[in-house]
């Protein structure tokens, strides 16, 4: 069941909210992580779509390894905490699956940044949904602390 009262979030931007709140996103490369502070019920989320940020430019949200450690501090500073806090991952596809090179493809380091980083703090991984060729459509519920997902499908166009 899609929830209405959802606040879309786009790439580079960062959501915590409280039940019976929900948030969501679409994701192909890119990916969210989505932590939720089990007895509070705030639950927050960003989309991040590279995994480093290489030190030119501003240091936004786009890049994972800003993206993670602002959506923990944000949640810390709503009252959750960490060792309470719940975390799901999700997108990392390989979107472009024509051009594959013997480097590591964007969403798969997408994925290890993110995994790395929730390491860092002690944060569990208790769900996750990534890789594989399709995008992804999800709705982060809070009320119920769960994930709605819908797979997409791309085609290639000639």
Same mark, same amino acid.
């Given at each position: ?26 994701? =192909? ?9 089990? %007895?509070?019920? #705030? @639950?927050?989320? *960003? ?21 993670i ?18 975390a799901?991952?999700?997108? =990392? ?9 013997? %480097?590591?493809? #964007? @969403?798969?380091? *997408?994925?290890?940044?993110a ?44």
């Amino acid at each position: 069941m899609i929830l209405t009262n959802s606040t879309f979030i786009h790439v580079g931007q960062i959501h915590i909210d409280i039940a019976p709140k929900a948030i969501s996103t679409v994701l =192909g490369s890119c990916v969210s992580v989505c932590l939720y502070d089990t %007895t509070l019920g #705030i @639950g927050g989320m *960003n989309h991040y779509l590279l995994p480093f940020w290489n030190g030119n430019g501003l240091q936004t949200p786009k890049f994972g390894n800003i993206a993670i450690p602002k959506l923990i501090e944000t949640m810390i500073a709503k009252g959750a905490h960490p060792n309470r806090m719940k975390a799901k991952i999700f997108g =990392g596809a390989m979107m472009n699956t024509t051009d594959v090179s013997n %480097t590591m493809m #964007i @969403g798969e380091k *997408n994925i290890m940044v993110a995994r790395k980083i929730l390491q860092e703090y002690s944060i569990e991984i208790v769900a996750e949904d990534i890789g594989g060729q399709n995008g992804r459509k999800i709705q982060f519920d809070l009320k119920q602390g769960k994930i709605l997902l819908k797979y997409a499908s791309y085609q290639n166009i000639t």
